[in-house]
């Protein structure tokens, strides 16, 4: 049971004392929060429960309050609980207790920070899902970074997370893609060729021509057109997926299932999707073309799905991939990670989840706004030379896979970003990727030290830690648990970067008040003691490093 969940019994416990005793009248609420209140001189811990009771009770907060707090149960964790105004209940916990959490949190080891919150509910989490018609660029590893630290934190709190790619490997775009790699590959047998219009004209479509060129010869150049489109295509979409795959493992990013759009066409998916909605009269023919009826269902205009030709929109292809993830594959929870570009079509995708039948709570789509890049207060221009965008290879290559994951986790998706790419590569404390990864780094030095010099510390009396830097630094520690549950309550992975900052700090402050490897005979047991505590940092940021999908170096 975590600290939260004990303090949240106490307080109820404490209430059904007041109650039984007529101190207060009789009422049950719905959830008793407990949360760690802004300002640390309030205590570790606060509730706001009288508040919320004020209404139903008819009595005053802080009345509510001192009743509550004379009838709190004794707890070996809690010192004290105090009535702050206008109506708080604050837990000051016994430090004692809080030194005796260091032995756990070692024997935790890497597997501190997880929680069972949920409990093996099956969620998949798409995101990237980039056109594989090019390169991914930068402006696609803000929402790869999210979607990726999000998975980890909800697999950490106890949920089956499935990571997906949607491959859009159907349509329109791809058969630009196909007629544009055959102009390459004709180009680079020396033909003469143009691109279609709106073709694709980056230096990486020139590259897999030429490739094609040495590895096939004139072969596709013999064949009938459609043929050679067909087979030339087939083998351009490999090529692409395979320098996306690369690109992604790159920045420490790996996907479960990469799946088809094609699928839903040659499986079924969209037929039984289109079926369904034609059924319930949800599809409406009008203008020569389908219509998806979202003004029945609250949306401000109706949609089109099935175009005039016959050839299915985007959106349709929406409806069958939802359907599929639901109706098919079973999923508890959806989310997906989307482009602001996107932000527009979100109400009508859960529209039509909910015409299917599922419930759109169970979907929830993040729009990850824009970032600006800069070189200190100069704004990066995102095209080079050739025309070509920057890509997300150059981006990681130049700043480093770390500097990426805990830049882009910085901010909220929902807001945008300045990513300072010399910022990012600057080793002082002044770059907050540096800052933290140091604390790692010292941490492990002093754990070597202890080594070098024989010094076992696993029968360490961890009651001997009572200095103000020690408790500061294991209640720090002690936060990441209630941070994982947090963000996987709310889906904020952004919270991360800023957890290990404070603790990183937490960590410094420790150390330039706290000598922890002491020479002297008699000191040996305190420094047993912190030197435990120390492994304990090292498990917590260690862990938080790892949530972001960042390396924890020994040495920097």
């Given at each position: 049971m975590s600290i939260k969940t004990e303090l949240a019994q106490l307080i109820r416990d404490a209430l059904a004392a007041a109650q039984r005793s007529g101190a207060l009248p009789e009422h049950d609420p719905d959830e008793v929060a407990v949360e760690r209140p802004q300002k640390a001189e309030h205590g570790d811990f606060a509730s706001s429960l009288p508040l919320k009771l004020a209404r139903p009770l008819r009595m005053a907060p802080m009345a509510i309050a001192?009743?509550?707090?004379?009838?709190?149960?004794?707890?070996?964790?809690?010192?004290?609980?105090t009535v702050a105004p206008p109506g708080f209940l604050n837990v000051r916990l016994k430090p004692s207790w809080l030194a005796s959490q260091v032995d756990d949190v070692i024997a935790a080891g890497e597997a501190f920070g997880n929680i069972g919150l949920g409990e093996g509910t099956r969620v998949q989490v798409e995101f990237v899902s980039v056109n594989p018609t090019g390169p991914l660029h930068v402006g696609h590893a803000r929402g790869a970074v999210i979607g990726s630290?999000?998975?980890?934190?909800?697999?950490?709190?106890g949920y089956d997370v499935e990571r997906e790619?949607?491959?859009?490997?159907?349509?329109?775009?791809?058969?630009?893609?196909?007629?544009s790699l055959y102009v390459r590959y004709l180009q680079a047998l020396g033909r003469d060729a143009e691109l279609p219009e709106g073709g694709y004209k980056g230096e990486y479509m020139a590259a897999f021509g030429k490739e094609l060129a040495a590895e096939h010869g004139d072969r596709f150049a013999k064949m009938p057109q459609p043929d050679a489109l067909r087979d030339i295509g087939k083998i351009g979409l490999e090529k692409m997926l395979g320098a996306i795959r690369e690109d992604l493992e790159l920045l420490r990013i790996r996907m479960d299932v990469w799946f088809s759009e094609r699928s839903l066409f040659e499986n079924g998916q969209y037929d039984e999707a289109m079926g369904i909605l034609e059924k319930k009269g949800m599809l409406v023919e009008r203008e020569g073309a389908k219509w998806f009826a979202s003004t029945a269902v609250g949306e401000d205009k109706d949609n089109v799905v099935i175009r005039g030709n016959g050839s299915p929109t985007y959106f349709a292809s929406d409806i069958a991939y939802h359907y599929d993830k639901f109706a098919k594959r079973g999923f508890d929870t959806v989310i997906d990670i989307w482009g602001a570009d996107h932000q527009g079509h979100i109400a009508r995708v859960k529209a039509a989840a909910a015409a299917l039948g599922t419930d759109p709570d169970r979907l929830t789509i993040l729009a990850v706004q824009i970032v600006t890049f800069k070189r200190r207060d100069e704004v990066v221009r995102l095209s080079k030379r050739s025309g070509d965008i920057i890509t997300l290879r150059e981006l990681v290559q130049e700043v480093g896979a770390d500097a990426c994951r805990f830049l882009f986790l910085s901010r909220s998706p929902d807001a945008q970003l300045e990513f300072d790419m010399e910022l990012a590569k600057e080793q002082s404390a002044d770059n907050p990727v540096y800052y933290v990864q140091y604390a790692h780094a010292r941490i492990a030095s002093i754990l070597a030290l202890a080594k070098e010099r024989g010094i076992a510390f696993d029968d360490g009396d961890t009651s001997l830690l009572s200095h103000e830097a020690e408790l500061a630094l294991i209640r720090k520690i002690m936060e990441l648990p209630d941070l994982v549950e947090l963000m996987a309550r709310k889906l904020e992975p952004h919270h991360l970067p800023h957890y290990a900052m404070e603790l990183a700090?937490?960590?410094?402050?420790?150390?330039?008040?706290?000598?922890?490897?002491?020479?002297?005979?008699?000191?040996l047991p305190l420094t047993k003691a912190r030197l435990k505590l120390v492994d304990a940092a090292r498990i917590?940021?260690?862990?938080?490093?790892?949530?972001?999908?960042?390396?924890?170096?020994?040495?920097?």
């Amino acid at each position: 049971m975590s600290i939260k969940t004990e303090l949240a019994q106490l307080i109820r416990d404490a209430l059904a004392a007041a109650q039984r005793s007529g101190a207060l009248p009789e009422h049950d609420p719905d959830e008793v929060a407990v949360e760690r209140p802004q300002k640390a001189e309030h205590g570790d811990f606060a509730s706001s429960l009288p508040l919320k009771l004020a209404r139903p009770l008819r009595m005053a907060p802080m009345a509510i309050a001192q009743k509550l707090a004379e009838r709190m149960p004794t707890s070996e964790a809690v010192e004290r609980v105090t009535v702050a105004p206008p109506g708080f209940l604050n837990v000051r916990l016994k430090p004692s207790w809080l030194a005796s959490q260091v032995d756990d949190v070692i024997a935790a080891g890497e597997a501190f920070g997880n929680i069972g919150l949920g409990e093996g509910t099956r969620v998949q989490v798409e995101f990237v899902s980039v056109n594989p018609t090019g390169p991914l660029h930068v402006g696609h590893a803000r929402g790869a970074v999210i979607g990726s630290a999000l998975a980890d934190v909800l697999q950490a709190a106890g949920y089956d997370v499935e990571r997906e790619y949607y491959i859009n490997d159907a349509g329109s775009q791809m058969d630009r893609f196909n007629q544009s790699l055959y102009v390459r590959y004709l180009q680079a047998l020396g033909r003469d060729a143009e691109l279609p219009e709106g073709g694709y004209k980056g230096e990486y479509m020139a590259a897999f021509g030429k490739e094609l060129a040495a590895e096939h010869g004139d072969r596709f150049a013999k064949m009938p057109q459609p043929d050679a489109l067909r087979d030339i295509g087939k083998i351009g979409l490999e090529k692409m997926l395979g320098a996306i795959r690369e690109d992604l493992e790159l920045l420490r990013i790996r996907m479960d299932v990469w799946f088809s759009e094609r699928s839903l066409f040659e499986n079924g998916q969209y037929d039984e999707a289109m079926g369904i909605l034609e059924k319930k009269g949800m599809l409406v023919e009008r203008e020569g073309a389908k219509w998806f009826a979202s003004t029945a269902v609250g949306e401000d205009k109706d949609n089109v799905v099935i175009r005039g030709n016959g050839s299915p929109t985007y959106f349709a292809s929406d409806i069958a991939y939802h359907y599929d993830k639901f109706a098919k594959r079973g999923f508890d929870t959806v989310i997906d990670i989307w482009g602001a570009d996107h932000q527009g079509h979100i109400a009508r995708v859960k529209a039509a989840a909910a015409a299917l039948g599922t419930d759109p709570d169970r979907l929830t789509i993040l729009a990850v706004q824009i970032v600006t890049f800069k070189r200190r207060d100069e704004v990066v221009r995102l095209s080079k030379r050739s025309g070509d965008i920057i890509t997300l290879r150059e981006l990681v290559q130049e700043v480093g896979a770390d500097a990426c994951r805990f830049l882009f986790l910085s901010r909220s998706p929902d807001a945008q970003l300045e990513f300072d790419m010399e910022l990012a590569k600057e080793q002082s404390a002044d770059n907050p990727v540096y800052y933290v990864q140091y604390a790692h780094a010292r941490i492990a030095s002093i754990l070597a030290l202890a080594k070098e010099r024989g010094i076992a510390f696993d029968d360490g009396d961890t009651s001997l830690l009572s200095h103000e830097a020690e408790l500061a630094l294991i209640r720090k520690i002690m936060e990441l648990p209630d941070l994982v549950e947090l963000m996987a309550r709310k889906l904020e992975p952004h919270h991360l970067p800023h957890y290990a900052m404070e603790l990183a700090t937490a960590f410094h402050w420790f150390y330039g008040q706290c000598r922890v490897v002491s020479s002297e005979p008699g000191d040996l047991p305190l420094t047993k003691a912190r030197l435990k505590l120390v492994d304990a940092a090292r498990i917590g940021l260690s862990r938080s490093l790892r949530l972001m999908g960042m390396d924890a170096p020994d040495k920097m």
